[in-house]
T-cell receptor
Framework: KAGVTQTPRYLIKTRGQQVTLSCSPI?????VSWYQQTPGQGLQFLFE???????NKGNFPGRFSGRQFSNSRSEMNVSTLELGDSALYLC??????????FGQGTRLTVV | EDQVTQSPEALRLQEGESSSLNCSYT??????LFWYRQDPGKGPEFLFT???AGEEKEKERLKATLTKKESFLHITAPKPEDSATYLC?????????????FGKGTKLSVKP
C-alpha cells in the first residue's frame, strides 16, 4: 500500500519567488494536513483540507495557501518567499480515524 | 491554549539501558494523544494512539502509557536502531479538527 507522497523532495528558491509543493495522500484518505517543521519551532500546523474544502487554518500569514483537488491530492503555495520560510514541509493524510500518516516532506531552502 | 512539553530534549543511552520519555500536555478536552518516531530528514512515523487515562499500547521494545496530564514512552533494552527523535502530539476536542499540537521532541541516541 503506497504511503503519502510529497514532491519535490528538495527545493532551492530565491527570496521573493513563489513555490508550489504537492502531496498525494494514501488511497482512500480524504483529509490532508500541512505542517511546517523548523529546528526552533518544531512542527507547526498550517492548514487542513477535507473534500476540497479548507477545514482549519493555523497561524501563518496569507502568503501560505493551499488547495485540494477532487482526487484528494493537495498543493500548498508560498508566495513572496522569505529566508525564514526555509523548513521541512510535511503533509499528512487521514482516513476516518484520528491517526495522521506523514509523507517524507519537502525540504525548502530559501536563499 | 493547548500545550505539549516533552522531556528530556535529548537522551543518550547505552544499548540495553531502559529508560522513559515524558510528554506533558494541557488541553481543554483530550481527543487523543499520539506518539511518532522521526528519523533525520524524514517524515514522522506513526507509533501509537492513546485515548484515555490508564490506556497502554506496546510495540516491540516500546510501551506508551497515558495519565490525565502526561504520557510516557518506555523503551526497554533499546538497540542502536531505536535512535531517532520521538514526537508527542495531542488532538483537542475543543480545538479545530485535524490540528495536531506537537511537542518539540526527544532526541534519543543509543550507543552500542
Amino acid at each position: 500500500k503506497a504511503g503519502v507522497t510529497q514532491t519535490p523532495r528538495y527545493l532551492i528558491k530565491t527570496r521573493g519567488q513563489q513555490v508550489t509543493l504537492s502531496c498525494s495522500p494514501i488511497s482512500g484518505h480524504r483529509s490532508v494536513s500541512w505542517y511546517q517543521q523548523t529546528p526552533g519551532q518544531g512542527l507547526q500546523f498550517l492548514f487542513e483540507y477535507f473534500s476540497e474544502t479548507q477545514r482549519n487554518k493555523g497561524n501563518f500569514p496569507g502568503r501560505f495557501s493551499g488547495r485540494q483537488f477532487s482526487n484528494s491530492r493537495s498543493e500548498m503555495n508560498v508566495s513572496t518567499l522569505e529566508l525564514g520560510d526555509s523548513a521541512l514541509y510535511l503533509c499528512a493524510s487521514r482516513k476516518t480515524g484520528d491517526e495522521a500518516f506523514f509523507g517524507q516532506g519537502t525540504r525548502l531552502t530559501v536563499v | 491554549e493547548d500545550q505539549v512539553t516533552q522531556s528530556p530534549e535529548a537522551l543518550r543511552l547505552q544499548e540495553g539501558e531502559s529508560s522513559s520519555l515524558n510528554c506533558s500536555y494541557t488541553v481543554s478536552g483530550l481527543r487523543g494523544l499520539f506518539w511518532y518516531r522521526q528519523d533525520p530528514g524524514k517524515g514522522p512515523e506513526f507509533l501509537f494512539t492513546l485515548y484515555s487515562a490508564g490506556e497502554e499500547k506496546e510495540k516491540e521494545r516500546l510501551k506508551a502509557t497515558l495519565t490525565k496530564k502526561e504520557s510516557f514512552l518506555h523503551i526497554t533494552a533499546p538497540k542502536p536502531e531505536d535512535s531517532a527523535t520521538y514526537l508527542c502530539a495531542v488532538l483537542d476536542y475543543g480545538g479545530s479538527q485535524g490540528n495536531l499540537i506537537f511537542g518539540k521532541g526527544t532526541k534519543l541516541s543509543v550507543k552500542p
